[in-house]
């Protein structure tokens, strides 16, 4: 039998000849999925054999993560803000942005409803990662999760019920019309201009096209969504999008118009305008209306 600190070596070789990036890292979370530990518990023990079963499940993992798709895919699994959702092909892996996202759309849901309940709209969902992320920090809220593809909407699904403790529910769809009213409305969309898409590292690549491609200059999803939303939202109600760095002053001015009462751009952890926020109008407009 291989010890823990064999396998460790083995596989951290066979990733780095593949060219992965951290292959230290990712062997090592490798090794605890198949052990069925945390990433560090078998660092403590390298010299503990590994039962065969381990050993090949991690081999199978090993090869996975060496054929260039992401961690995440390879273990099934992704840590999104303290919960383990089901992730793989088909779907993006969360991003750590998103989590910011998330957690600013909550706070705001706070200072405007307080611990009451509301109604939130999660476009664009993936994987469901915001919509499940909002119902654990919002207690009372009911949260909608909308997604295009019928391969990631599966995903939403099981992570709903799996973390949406019955007030989440994932449909499939590519709009949100006739949807509502909402008290809020996150959301991630596609966002990447099309022409940088091909340049992106081939791990990303490996993510579906339809999660990352926002059209020539990566706004087309995101047009329509500042369309849509005041059409969606009660009076006061509002949306908070994220976007791509550089995108926010374009994605502002789409939040411009007479349905609009107040937007604002929020930076992320590292600085930078990352998500678009509009609040709508209090009374309903002329505009609102018509559009219902
Ligand atoms: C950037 S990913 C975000 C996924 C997830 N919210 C996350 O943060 O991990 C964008 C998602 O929007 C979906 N999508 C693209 N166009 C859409 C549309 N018109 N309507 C609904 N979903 C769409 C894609 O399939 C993809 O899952």
Redesign the pocket.
């Known amino acids: 039998m291989a010890t823990r600190g064999e396998l460790l070596a083995r596989g951290r070789a066979l990733l780095g000849d593949a060219g992965s990036q951290e292959p230290e890292a990712c062997a090592q979370w490798l090794l605890a999925e198949a052990l069925g530990t945390g990433r560090l518990e078998p660092l403590a023990e390298p010299g503990a054999a590994v039962p065969p079963a381990a050993g090949r499940k991690f081999m199978r993992l090993v090869r996975r993560k060496a054929s260039g798709m992401p961690l995440s895919y390879a273990l099934g699994w992704h840590d999104?803000m303290g919960l383990r959702l089901k992730v793989g092909p088909g779907?993006?892996?969360?991003?750590p942005e998103?989590e910011e996202?998330t957690e600013l759309c909550a706070r705001l849901v706070k200072e405007k409803r307080g611990a009451g309940p509301a109604d939130i709209l999660?476009?664009?969902?993936?994987?469901?990662?915001?919509?499940v992320g909002l119902a654990a920090l919002l207690p009372a809220a009911r949260v909608t999760?909308?997604?295009?593809?019928a391969r990631?909407?599966r995903y939403a699904e099981a992570n709903a019920g799996a973390h949406g403790g019955g007030r989440v529910r994932a449909l499939r769809?590519?709009?949100?019309r006739g949807m509502g009213p909402f008290d809020a409305i996150a959301?991630?969309?596609?966002?990447i201009p099309a022409g940088v898409i091909r340049g992106l590292d081939p791990e990303v690549l490996r993510e579906?096209r339809?999660?990352?491609?926002g059209g020539g200059d990566g706004l087309k999803?995101i047009r329509?969504i500042a369309a849509d939303a005041p059409a969606a939202l009660r009076p006061g109600g509002f949306l908070v999008m994220?976007v791509c760095d550089g995108q926010a002053p374009a994605a502002l001015q789409l939040l411009s118009g007479p349905d609009w009462a107040e937007r604002a751009a929020y930076r992320d952890f590292s600085g930078k305008e990352r998500f678009v926020y509009g609040r709508v109008v209090e009374h309903s407009s002329c505009s609102r209306h018509l559009r219902r």
């Open positions: 999104f779907v993006l892996v969360p991003r998103t996202l999660d476009f664009c969902a993936g994987s469901g990662c915001v919509a999760a909308v997604e295009k593809s990631a909407v769809g590519d709009n949100f959301a991630n969309p596609p966002y579906p339809v999660a990352l491609d999803v329509m994220e």
